[in-house]
């Protein structure tokens, strides 16, 4: 299969062109296209519809014109639509598209087929700018936490709306001398019920997928880039209190990045003193797994080409570098704390059209009263592109004590790890792979450490099947890397059979059967876990859908285990297994919509009780300067005497105010019994220059049981970007 999936790495993906004039006019942004050379330019239109089908034409043209000059890339849009009632979530930065009115636009500056840059606006002039990594197969390659410098102007008229851009070419990476960039182009058209996009893609692709976009050819070589180097300060003030023994704490601190070009296609970054205070919160999560979980990485510093570190491995199994594990640490009780960094570099890029470069090191500070080590921490990694669209890369992960404490083992000393992956992306989009071997190094290891992988699928308009096989060495260690739980051997089989219906409501119907088994190495490999579940989805031609699933599954408990974390609960005993299973019915409301919500419910069997689970979520937009929603997560488990019952709650309310582009308010409650904490982050947001920003955050949150106060601050933060 392996064989069969290289051969075809070779094919083509769309052959659409569009042919970019250079100008030498200045034009100035106003959203109305009235320069003379727009009425010359060439465009994309012709759109596809992404959905309700993949086979005709869009009803509303969309055309997107293109121009440069030395410094810019201008593009143009009109967007045709039924009338002037343009829908939108809010005027902030880094809308969803599936909940505005927008056109998108995505340029693979390189042709690689493994990494663009995204450019969308929506009807009301709102922005929002990305990057695509993994060839943008998945959604997991979609991330709009970077930031970069451009302008728009949008202009909304009765029958259509008109986005007038300019994006430097500073502003992106490209090699000297390039007249080729792949690009594709996608619209949200919600007053239509419709998706389109420039070339044709599957209905049962993302849009961001590289493999199907066509070509800009650019009328002569652009120049080399001239990329300014940023200078990112920041003056950060906290009043705290932590009413457990750290009262009214105020502290000011400063600290600073540079980013600093290297050519058109490096990018050195040096931070110093970094703040990674959160002046945005995590999400409290509802954990009934025996498991760790993992969270989005959101600081800046980590974010530029972050793929490149954070891709190696498997996601769901074992990751070598997980960058949120630098600036965390665990206190003698095993309590996380936030661990100051002192300082770090890192150099990423594109060294030609074929390798990749990253090389990241940073030290983070010693606290002998929590008896935490000052660590250097540093990855190098490489890539080459392979058989078409496919990669291979290596990489070194090392974590090393930069002294010698009485508090740390010796086999805590350090940890390395080592590893080679192989990522499969056929051109013609059907094969995707991944296969890695990585090996963990400590002192006195005298094991075999190994993690490995082997991963393949088949994809098509109908069909999906894939495999996967995990190891995981019991010894295997990634100090700076995610790793649910080691010493396992895992195999899962997936199959999808997509249906489309020609007539009647129903847009797409699918079906969906999934498997996974773990075996634990410590029990001589006894199988520890089994799931088996069914899902069969409909989606709605109005973009509602219906979701019904059946799951059943196996726990071998090895060690007791409570999962209603019950204080003082009897644990269920351990060395045995566990069969249970549920049904589960859930619903999406259309996203366009004023008024929209998910819904989730499920009943059945859990290990040795029954547990009845309601989530979801509603959201409602005062278009287009507010959004008030609503989270919930309800789980109520019975399980039989002497063992805990338990109705776990999981609420948190949002309310978001967008007075204008600039100023936002958000404020997010949190409260869940089972992690003991009420918990308030209000966050008023000022940008009041291009990537500069002004918060005021307020933090509270409370001990639940007794309802006590726990911390509390206020922060008042200033960053502001300086070109050179």
């Not at 019991?474 to 007539?503: C, E, H, M, W």
Request: net charge neutral; aromatic share 16%; glycine share 6%.
């Amino acid at each position: 299969m392996l064989f069969l999936a290289t051969s075809y790495a070779w094919a083509q993906g769309s052959d659409k062109t569009v042919f970019v004039k250079k100008i030498a006019q200045e034009i100035h942004l106003d959203g109305e296209l009235s320069e003379a050379f727009w009425q010359e330019a060439n465009y994309a239109d012709n759109f596809w519809q992404l959905f309700p089908t993949d086979s005709i034409k869009s009803i509303n043209n969309t055309r997107v014109k293109l121009v440069y000059n030395d410094t810019h890339l201008f593009i143009g849009i009109e967007a045709q639509a039924i009338d002037e009632n343009f829908i939108v979530s809010s005027l902030r930065r880094d809308f969803s598209a599936r909940t505005n009115d927008n056109v998108t636009f995505l340029f693979d500056t390189f042709r690689d087929g493994q990494n663009a840059f995204l450019f969308g606006v929506s009807a009301y002039g709102v922005q929002r700018e990305g990057l695509i990594s993994e060839r943008g197969a998945s959604i997991n390659g979609f991330s709009l936490t970077w930031d970069t410098k451009w302008q728009s102007e949008c202009v909304r008229l009765k029958d259509r709306f008109i986005i007038e851009i300019a994006i430097p070419f500073s502003s992106i990476k490209y090699p000297e001398g390039s007249r080729r960039w792949g690009f594709q182009s996608y619209r949200y058209d919600l007053q239509s019920n419709e998706r389109s996009i420039w070339t044709q893609v599957d209905q049962n692709q993302i849009p961001i997928n590289i493999g199907y976009y066509g070509t800009l050819v650019f009328e002569k070589p652009l120049a080399a880039s001239k990329t300014p180097v940023y200078f990112i300060p920041y003056v950060n003030g906290i009043i705290s209190n932590d009413f457990s023994g750290n009262p009214n704490v105020e502290k000011v601190s400063v600290g600073g990045d540079l980013k600093i070009p290297i050519g058109n296609s490096l990018n050195l970054d040096v931070t110093l003193n970094p703040d990674f205070s959160n002046v945005e919160v995590d999400d409290i999560i509802t954990n009934l797994t025996r498991f760790e979980i993992s969270l989005p990485e959101k600081r800046q510093f980590f974010i530029d080409n972050g793929d490149l570190f954070g891709n190696f491995g498997g996601f769901r199994d074992a990751i070598p570098f997980f960058s949120r594990r630098i600036g965390i640490a665990k206190d003698p009780e095993g309590n996380t704390i936030q661990n100051n960094i002192l300082g770090g570099v890192r150099l990423s890029g594109k060294l030609d059209q074929n390798w990749r470069l990253g090389v990241l090191n940073i030290q983070n500070q010693e606290d002998l009263a929590n008896q935490i080590a000052s660590n250097n921490n540093s990855m190098f990694a490489v890539q080459r592109k392979v058989f078409g669209q496919s990669q291979i890369g290596l990489f070194v992960v090392n974590r090393q004590t930069f002294k010698n404490y009485d508090f740390v083992q010796n086999s805590n000393r350090f940890n390395r790890v080592i590893g080679l992956d192989y990522n499969l992306n056929s051109a013609n989009n059907k094969w995707l792979g991944k296969f890695y071997t990585h090996k963990s190094i400590q002192p006195d290891d005298a094991h075999g450490n190994l993690s490995a992988r082997a991963n393949l699928a088949y994809n098509t308009r109908i069909w999906r099947f894939a495999s996967d096989w995990v190891h995981v060495d019991q010894d295997f260690r990634s100090d700076l890397g995610f790793i649910p739980r080691t010493g396992i051997f895992k195999s899962g089989t997936n199959a999808v059979r997509n249906f489309y219906p020609k007539t009647g409501k129903i847009n797409s119907h699918q079906i969906d059967l999934l498997n996974l088994m773990w075996f634990q190495q410590d029990l001589n490999y006894q199988k520890t876990d089994h799931v088996f579940r069914f899902q069969y989805q409909i989606e709605f031609k109005n973009q509602s859908q219906l979701e019904l699933s059946s799951n059943t599954q196996y726990i071998y408990l090895s060690s007791t285990f409570d999962p209603t974390r019950s204080e003082n609960g009897t644990p269920l005993p351990g060395a045995k297994g566990y069969n249970f299973g549920e049904w589960g019915l859930r619903y999406l409301s259309p996203y366009a919509k004023s008024f929209n919500f998910t819904s989730e419910v499920s009943y059945g069997t859990f290990f040795n009780g029954t547990r009845l689970s309601y989530k979801g979520n509603a959201n409602y937009r005062i278009q287009p300067i507010a959004v008030i929603s609503l989270l919930w997560d309800l789980n109520r488990i019975e399980l039989p005497k002497p063992y805990p019952t338990a109705n776990l709650f999981l609420i948190s309310p949002k309310f978001e105010l967008t007075l204008n582009k600039k100023l936002f308010w958000s404020t997010l409650i949190q409260y869940s019994n089972l992690t003991t904490n009420f918990g308030i982050n209000s966050r008023i947001q000022w940008r009041f220059a291009p990537l500069s920003d002004l918060y005021i955050v307020y933090n509270d949150n409370y001990y639940t049981q007794d309802f006590g106060p726990v911390f509390r601050s206020i922060n008042l933060k200033l960053t502001y970007w300086l070109n050179f």
